[in-house]
């Protein structure tokens, strides 16, 4: 791996509280001063910035901040692995109270995990080791999220199924209802033809009966005339 980490800090608000340093800083000393300075509640979670033949990382996590120096052959990516590492470590060995209090420098119980950290991500086969084991964890979260999305889709699948089932339903359900109904309709149909014929036959009877008479007398001829005549 090339580059290297030389500085790494870490601090609250705009109050350094732990280091640890395997050069000396001289000039650097200023400018990672003003950087500090500059921290604020509108400061960038992440920031980068160049001095000379180095480059300064910095991280921001509401009022805790952790920053490092490295060359700027030092990969960018693992500079911010390293920060982020050293906030995880120093949030879970000390309490916001005991952090607050604190004056510069006070917290120096933490430098040697910093150089331990430091060397960590310095050292070439590890660095190898979490590049590796960071492209896992990308995949897998990749084919998780995949997971995830088919799941989803299988979900919408679903409910298309579900939806698509319903309206079968609801279609068969209306078709049976149409049955019912053109059924019902012929039956109606057949009883208004029932109904209007004998109406009709009534009304012929009635016309025969005003001709004829009740009992047809005079529609049908008298047998004694006809013998009568011959």
């Given amino acids: 791996m090339s580059g290297k980490i030389y500085y790494g800090c870490v601090g609250y608000r705009k109050t ?26 509108n400061s960038s979670p992440k920031s980068s910035s160049k001095y000379d033949r180095f480059q300064l990382q ?9 920053l490092c120096v490295c060359d700027d052959t030092f ?5 911010f692995v390293f920060l982020e590492a050293i906030k995880k470590a120093f949030i879970s060995q000390f309490d916001q109270y005991t952090i607050s209090i604190a004056g ?3 917290m120096s119980s933490f ?9 960590k991500h310095n050292d070439f086969d590890n660095h190898q080791f979490n590049k590796i084991k960071r492209e896992q ?11 995830d999305k088919m799941l989803k889709r299988g979900d919408v699948l679903s409910d298309l199924e579900d939806e698509t089932s319903h309206l079968v339903e609801s279609a068969d359900g209306f078709k049976s209802s149409a049955t019912r109904l053109k059924r019902a309709m012929w039956w109606k149909n057949i009883k208004l033809y029932l109904i ?29 005339d006809n013998t009568g005549s011959q």
């Fill in 16 to 41: 350094i509280l732990s280091m640890s340093s395997s050069i000396s800083l001289g000039t650097l000393s200023a400018a990672i001063d003003a950087i500090v300075n500059q921290i604020g509640p």
């Fill in 58 to 66: 910095l991280v921001v996590d509401k009022e805790i901040f952790a």
């Fill in 75 to 79: 990969p960018m990516r693992e500079s």
């Fill in 104 to 106: 510069a420098l006070e």
């Fill in 111 to 119: 430098n040697q995990t910093i150089k331990n950290l430091m060397d």
């Fill in 137 to 147: 964890d990308e995949t897998q979260a990749i084919l998780n999220n995949d997971i």
């Fill in 196 to 224: 209007a014929g004998a109406i009709l036959l009534i009304f012929l009877l009635v016309l025969l009966w005003a001709g004829c008479g009740i009992t047809f007398s005079r529609c049908i001829p008298d047998k004694g």
